[in-house]
């Protein structure tokens, strides 16, 4: 499926890949995601469901949660990444942002990590 400049790819490992349909140089902007925000009393559901995998930290003390509609909810992990996110909580989106150059065909990829908090994912990385 390819929409724009981006495009979702299976694999067998991995799942559901985002990768880009043409180049972007550092600093471009991937996507602009908006979102679905979820409150804190909600957030600690979540994690009792599939969604769980798939959600943002949001708002200014980090206590509610976002779903990010387009692509943001389905970008992988990497504690090498080619793009950032940052969350833009007065326009209630999430900016998928390059921070090394990307090749057409290459997937893109984010931390999910803050790099200055010492937790680890909660999965294997592939």
């Known amino acids: 499926m390819q929409q724009n400049s981006l495009y ?3 694999d067998a490992d991995k799942g559901r890949c985002v ?9 471009d902007i991937i996507e ?15 994690h ?4 769980h995998d798939y959600y943002f930290v949001w708002g200014a003390a980090d206590k509610e949660a976002a779903i990010a509609l ?13 793009a950032q996110f940052v969350n833009d909580l007065k326009e209630s989106c999430i900016i998928i942002e390059c921070i090394v150059k990307i090749n057409a065909g290459q997937e893109i990829l984010l931390n999910y990590i ?7 994912v909660w999965f294997e990385e592939k």
């Open 114 to 120: 803050d790099d200055t908090v010492k937790d680890k």
């Open 70 to 82: 387009g692509y943001g909810s389905l970008y992988n992990h990497s504690s090498t990444p080619n």
């Open 8 to 10: 979702i790819l299976d």
């Open 48 to 51: 009792e469901t599939g969604l």
């Open 19 to 27: 990768f880009a349909g043409k180049e972007f140089a550092k600093g």
């Open 32 to 46: 602009i995601c908006p979102i679905i925000k979820v409150s804190s009393v909600d957030r600690k559901v979540i």
